[in-house]
């Protein structure tokens, strides 16, 4: 058996991504971002949409076209001037009132610009928690997506330190939105205790009604106390979102933290081997042998000159 001599060797390590991770990684960080990107959209428009949307201004405007004349068995109303130019008392045997279904006439006729111009405060504090909650939600959920795109690649250094700055940016990330979450939760509950204390004075208002009251402001006035229940759930919408980010926030650490673990290292060892010459049976090798060289000894050569005197011999 002709024995074998090791020449080379090889050791190359190589590694892969788990795919699922990696999709499951881009499915979290595209909803991180299409969340804080929502939030932010919806915090800048969304209440003054529902609030030009509930028409309340226009239902004033024909409430206030009713102030004159309206009446009932025992009061009839003028307009007290609360609501553009003042009447005069009416010369009526009824009892002159500006009181209109048991609301002053400024508040089902004229209160849309002041409402509009306090819920802009209040939405202003919603709009600040939201746009810094949804930034954080954003920050936090790029490097995850590009955790995703390189472990689909099978990039192993990339996808790695994408990976640690999403984990290190989930924390900060996780502690900002939990603080915006508790300021609109908090102003949340500020929203439905307005609408509960709104809800008892339509009730009391429903008690001292005198009765005077025309369709057009009924209307105003269920329309005008309900702007509380747009920005009630615009508080809680946003409240939601928040607590959303949060929970994407730890779940894309989670995974980012699971993708860091589970790449698969792969070493792969390879060996080459060469035989040594061998001989058939019978017959020897001979080894060439160096024979050494010698000098070279030959015949002295003689050399005459014509201008030398000849010698007898010679002649």
Known sequence: MAATVTTTTTKTESSESTQLISIAMLVFGGFGLVLGLAAIIYAGVGANLAFEASGVAELQAKCVETFSGAKNDKYISYNGGQCGAAEKVPNSPLQAT??????????????????????????????????????????????????????????????????????????????????????????????????????????????????????????????????????????????????????FMLIEAIMACISCATWKKTTTQTRKTQPLPTTAPGVTVVQPSVVPAEPYVGVPVVVVDPSAPKTEAQL
């Open 98 to 247: 500006t009181t209109m279904c048991g609301s002053n006439q400024t508040a089902i006729g004229c209160s849309f610009d002041s409402n509009k111009k306090a819920y802009a405060f209040a939405t202003e504090i919603g709009l600040s928690c939201t746009v810094a909650a949804g930034i954080f939600c954003i920050l936090g959920s790029v490097p995850v997506v590009f955790n995703g795109v390189f472990g689909l690649l099978n990039k192993h250094s990339p996808a790695t330190i994408f990976a640690g700055v999403g984990i290190g940016l989930a924390i900060p990330s996780c502690c900002g939105i939990t603080i915006c979450t508790g300021i609109l939760a908090y102003i949340a509950v500020i929203v439905r205790a307005v609408k509960a204390i709104g809800t008892y004075l339509i009730a009391v208002s429903d008690a001292l009604d005198d009765g005077v009251c025309t369709e057009a402001c009924k209307k105003s006035k269920d329309a005008t106390f309900g702007l509380v229940n747009h920005i009630m759930v615009y508080f809680e919408v946003l409240r939601n979102i928040a607590a959303a980010m949060i929970f």
